[in-house]
């Protein structure tokens, strides 16, 4: 995945909106009005604060069925995307919770819609849905049925979930990219708003050779200037809200002080690199003859 293509920036920091309870949901309050108003809303909050992209999610409509959603779930995700890529041009992704990444692509591939979020993409993982299975080879096969270009961003080891068996964070990595196709994989903290260790994300990207590695939980402004060192992007939403709580809609004071936190840290890391000596030209060598 090129993300400088897709984003404009090889490091992006992807905002997600937080969808307020969808039709058939339990908290479901009887009004798409104000479903699309909060959604309308957050955009203009994510845009105006300096994201690169924003990514939508049925957040509140837990609990989740650890597969396929109802219809009208999709439908009003579908209206949601239209509505908010009329007030946005930046890049647009969807998450279907808890791993609708069939009902994701489909929506994503008719809104023209750039990349999905895929919690479980490869592998089994027990979660409070009960036993997620990765349907990778379903996913990829109906891409291509649909003609789309989609991006597949993967998590590994996703968060509010635990693997069968105990596997390798690099072989996890390695398996969702060369098994599984990911275009970009996902690493989060346990639950959300935990980040991920610094240490993790640094195996992570070692594993993924190239493959885009994004923070996928609990990036602040606070924190972001130490693990962007170990990632290429950021997808973030607690602590873009206000006060940061959960429940409370995008704050974009906050979007801008997370945006300005990254880029300077990332400013900061460039001189770093662009001040370090280069390395002396081994004896034998075209420079070392030269000089």
Not at 130 to 147: D, P
Not at 149 to 165: E, F, M, Q, T
Not at 215 to 237: C, H, T
Request: one cysteine or more.
């Amino acid at each position: 995945m090129d993300l400088k293509q897709t984003f404009k920036t090889a490091n992006p920091v992807i905002g997600v909106i937080h969808l307020l309870p969808l039709p058939t949901s339990p908290r479901w309050g009887g009004s798409l009005k104000a479903v699309f108003d909060r959604a309308e809303q957050e955009a203009v909050a994510l845009a105006s604060g300096g994201v690169d992209g924003i990514m939508i999610e049925n957040f509140f409509d837990a609990p989740f069925p650890k597969s396929q959603v109802d219809p009208a779930v999709v439908s009003a995700m579908t209206l949601v995307v239209q509505r908010v890529m009329q007030l946005v041009t930046l890049p647009m992704g969807l998450n279907v919770l808890r791993n609708d990444a069939r009902s994701a692509m489909a929506v994503a591939s008719c809104s023209q819609a750039q990349f999905i979020r895929v919690n479980v993409l490869t592998g089994v993982m027990a979660t409070d849905q009960g036993l997620i299975e990765g349907q990778a080879h379903e996913l990829l096969r109906y891409r291509r049925e649909l003609g789309s270009d989609v991006k597949i961003l993967a998590d590994v080891l996703v968060k509010h979930a635990r693997p069968l068996g105990s596997p390798n964070l690099t072989t996890a990595v390695q398996e969702t990219i060369e098994r599984g196709l990911a275009d970009g994989v996902i690493l989060s903290g346990w639950a959300t708003g935990s980040p991920p260790s610094l240490e993790d994300l640094e195996l992570a990207s070692a594993a993924a050779a190239g493959t885009p590695v994004f923070i996928g939980s609990g990036a602040s402004w606070e924190n972001i200037p130490q693990l962007i060192q170990a990632a290429d992007g950021a997808i973030v939403s607690s602590s873009l809200k206000r006060r940061g709580q959960i429940e409370q809609p995008i704050d974009p004071i906050r979007v801008s002080q997370f945006v300005e936190a990254m880029r300077r840290s990332l400013s900061l890391k460039e001189q770093n690199l662009s001040q370090q000596p280069a390395a002396a030209a081994p004896a034998g060598s075209v420079s070392a003859q030269v000089s």
